[in-house]
């Protein structure tokens, strides 16, 4: 029997939760016989083009009767009378018909008193009216529903039990429900078959919302029009990621000199030849390209192995500063570009340090110590955060020492194309470990 809820792809957990809130919403007479009282609101959170939205008009749709919508497109005063307009809708509702349920629909509700992350929109009025108005149907058959991007902006008193009885947290979609989601947006599209299937696009656009992956299927259908091509391939799909990620066209070099953009193919191909000997990490896109932010990327995919999250961390760290490493030894200087990647592992050494005791509890701050507080468990930690920043540093150089072959193939594949897809890495990869027979990486 076909539902409402079979829109949502993916998300299984969230559905089912929004089945059983639909159920009590539509029987509600039977519940209340058992003693069981309705939910009076639903919150939704999550960052934007997660699918909060769709998830709410299913729940509406499938409860069916009386709605009505509310959204911040209005001054503020005007605004404040539609709130109250709304709820009266719905108070009169109820008094035609108080056996079915009225929904009051408040999307993206965390914007209703502005869009700044600003500690005085808590008490901004139009909260405060949406919480009276709330109160003035309780003992009414309306159920309010609420889509959030921020739940931080709203004010204590609107989050508390009472106003929204259940909350669904919707994150942003896991590797299972990725391949879900691409699968349903990939069907509608012709493919290469050849080349693509569910498992390794999601690979590419797991960590994406939804809307992101939808627009991604989009774009790159569009490239192979364009290209006078039947159908999307692998290229494609890597150009039109990049695309929506980062805002560059990994078609076009960085507008560099070639020297500059040498030690930048090798930067890379230092974090992808790392990924690729590693256990824990699946390079899945690695290019040249040019933000405010950077002139290359490589993009990982965390596999399923036996590592521990320990162990996992040092793999990351050696492939954060194989980029780093790649180039001194290639060019046989000092490389002063790095510095994201070097912040990415002291942050993560200190976090698993601190929080995390995995070296002891002699490093263990439970107080996030600053060296006002402790100055000497600070500078403890901080000697030891550098001794760890050494050797993740030395172990990448070992890596891209032994295996100098691989550095420089995937360097000079990178200089010829510009970008390498995961099909591409891996048969580079396929073909050195026939030639070279590589160990793994001894952590």
């Not at 309705?38 to 919150?43: H, I, Q």
């Not at 109160?135 to 159920?143: G, I, K, L, R, T």
């Not at 390209?289 to 993009?299: A, F, L, P, Q, R």
């Amino acid at each position: 029997m076909s539902s409402a809820f079979d829109k949502i792809v993916g998300y299984q957990k969230e559905k089912d939760e929004l089945v059983r809130i639909c159920d009590v919403l539509k029987r509600r007479t039977e519940y209340e016989k058992m003693g069981v009282q309705a939910p009076r609101g639903l919150m939704i959170e999550g960052d934007p083009g997660v699918g909060k939205t769709l998830m709410a008009r299913c729940l509406i749709e499938e409860v069916g009767g009386f709605c009505v919508e509310l959204k911040k497109d209005r001054p503020k005063n005007e605004f404040i009378n539609r709130i109250k307009e709304v709820f009266l809708l719905a108070r009169q509702e109820c008094a035609r018909n108080d056996k079915n349920t009225v929904i009051v629909f408040m999307d993206d509700f965390d914007k209703f008193a502005g869009s700044k992350s600003d500690e005085m929109l808590k008490n901004q009025e139009e909260f405060a009216v949406v919480q009276s108005e709330i109160e003035s149907v309780s003992e009414m058959p309306v159920f309010v529903l609420a889509t959030v991007n921020d739940k931080g902006l709203l004010p204590d008193s609107l989050k508390r039990q009472g106003r929204f009885d259940k909350r669904i947290a919707v994150d942003r979609p896991k590797y299972k429900d990725a391949c879900k989601i691409i699968g349903h947006y990939l069907n509608d599209v012709a493919i290469d078959k050849d080349e693509l299937n569910d498992e390794i696009v999601a690979k590419m656009v797991f960590s994406l919302p939804g809307a992101d992956i939808k627009s991604i299927v989009k774009e790159a259908g569009i490239y192979a029009v364009y290209d006078g091509r039947k159908a999307i391939n692998m290229d494609d799909l890597a150009r039109a990621t990049v695309r929506i990620r980062q805002g560059f066209d990994i078609k076009y070099a960085p507008d560099r000199p070639q020297a500059e953009l040498k030690r930048i193919a090798y930067h890379e191909a230092g974090h992808t030849a790392i990924a690729l000997l590693s256990k824990s990490t699946e390079p899945t896109i690695v290019c040249l390209g040019e933000n405010k932010e950077t002139t290359g990327i490589t993009h990982t995919f965390e596999t399923d192995c036996d590592l521990s999250d320990w162990q996992k961390s040092v793999e990351e760290g050696l492939i954060y500063l194989g980029g780093k490493a790649a180039e001194d030894i290639v060019f046989n200087d000092i490389s002063l570009g790095c510095q994201y990647d070097i912040d990415s592992v002291e942050y993560s050494v200190h976090d698993m340090m601190t929080r995390g005791a995995a070296l002891g509890f002699d490093y263990y701050d439970p107080f996030y110590t600053t060296n006002t507080h402790a100055p000497a468990l600070y500078d403890k930690i901080g000697n030891k955060i550098n001794e760890k920043l050494q050797y993740y540093y030395d172990k990448s150089c070992e890596i891209l020492r032994q295996n100098r072959p691989l550095l420089d193939t995937l360097a000079n594949a990178l200089l010829e194309k510009n970008y390498l897809t995961m099909i591409e890495m891996n048969r580079i990869f396929d073909n050195y470990k026939k030639e070279y027979n590589p160990t793994d990486i001894a952590l």
